[in-house]
């Protein structure tokens, strides 16, 4: 359990996200305030808010930095909090987002009862969070960075599309992606051994868009990245690994494995004549383009997870 000398709450909620459980985050506030906490929330209104508010709140006043959305939001607030030269307010979820992975990662039942006191008594795990550079500004992952089949899945779904379907919109872009299938290969550089894929995801999480297993062996506490490797090419081989993934027998699956390390490059091998970028999707969301490298930032989060 942490003890917080400060009883005031930052939340920075994304007004988008998780329509379908507003009653969730009203029953939370409602439990924290009854503890004896200070809750200011400050809505979100464009892309970068929640980055700027994490990375300027004054953690003399907030012990805590809440955010209630989706795993993008809390990518911006991990982000905000890994470039801060202090160590920056613990951070607390409210998981109103699709897939809401981190929050499975913690262990984190979403109930009103559970999410409120992880809030004001959780129990802190001090996360580095992994770092992505290549053809914008460096950014931080609390969970993954995707090249190949998932990203671009995930570049087909516009925000909109996913506010009104959830997961479905994923399902259904997945066999749009499947039905133009083309075999681009990537290389990927794990400390310095080279690997081929059909596509790529570089995760410090065991968990998947939601409870699926990637990679059994990573722990966000762990600094380590687990990089997970599909080496089978294919619009069979893809569907395969789908279907795989949801039955929770990826990991054994045939032409899938994961190998660890630290220092991470990804670039295109051969597009096989596939026009246009070869996106990168970090934390779920479209984010960079091919080639990229990856590592560890050298800043810190505090994660809260059930005491």
């Known amino acids: 359990m942490t003890l917080h000398l400060s009883k005031a709450i930052l939340l920075i909620r994304n007004p988008t996200a998780g329509r379908r459980r507003r009653g969730l985050l009203d029953d939370v ?13 400050v809505d979100t209104k464009a892309a970068g808010d929640a980055l700027h508010l994490a990375e300027t709140c004054d953690a003399s006043r907030y012990a805590v930095i809440a955010v209630a959305g989706g795993d993008g939001t809390i990518n911006e607030v991990v982000n905000g909090l890994a470039s801060r030269s202090d160590p920056g307010p613990a951070l607390a979820i409210v998981p109103l987002g699709t897939a809401n992975v981190l929050a499975h990662e913690l262990g984190l039942r979403i109930t009103a009862a559970v999410v409120a006191e992880t809030m004001i008594a959780g129990r802190e795990l001090l ?3 992994g770092e992505v550079s290549g053809s914008g500004t460096p950014r931080c992952f609390s969970l993954m960075v995707g090249a190949g089949f998932d990203a671009k899945v995930v570049a087909g779904v516009s925000s909109r599309f996913k506010r009104r379907f959830g997961r479905a919109a994923y399902v259904w872009r997945s066999l ?11 290389q990927v550089e ?4 080279r690997h081929e894929a059909a596509s790529v995801i570089v995760t410090r999480s065991r968990l998947y868009a939601g409870p699926y ?8 506490g762990e600094p380590l ?10 619009r069979g081989h893809a569907l395969r690994f789908g279907v795989a993934l949801l039955l929770g027998r990826l990991p054994h699956a045939t032409g899938y494995r994961v190998v660890a390390g630290r220092d991470v490059h990804v ?7 596939e026009p246009g970028r ?7 969301d479209d984010a960079l383009t091919l080639p990229i490298s990856i590592g560890l930032s050298s800043g810190a989060v505090r994660l809260l997870q059930p005491a």
Not at 29 to 41: H, I, M
Not at 190 to 193: K, R
């Open 190 to 193: 794990v400390d310095g051994l």
């Open 29 to 41: 506030l409602r439990r924290v305030r009854a503890s004896g906490w200070t809750v200011d929330q």
């Open 213 to 220: 297993v990637v990679a059994p062996a990573a722990t966000l």
């Open 127 to 129: 996360v580095r969070p």
């Open 225 to 234: 990245l687990h990089v997970c490797l599909f080496e089978r090419w294919g």
């Open 278 to 284: 070869q996106p990168v999707q970090i934390d779920g």
């Open 176 to 186: 749009v992606e499947a039905r133009h299938y083309r075999p681009v290969r990537y």
């Open 267 to 273: 670039s295109v091998l051969s597009d096989a004549g």
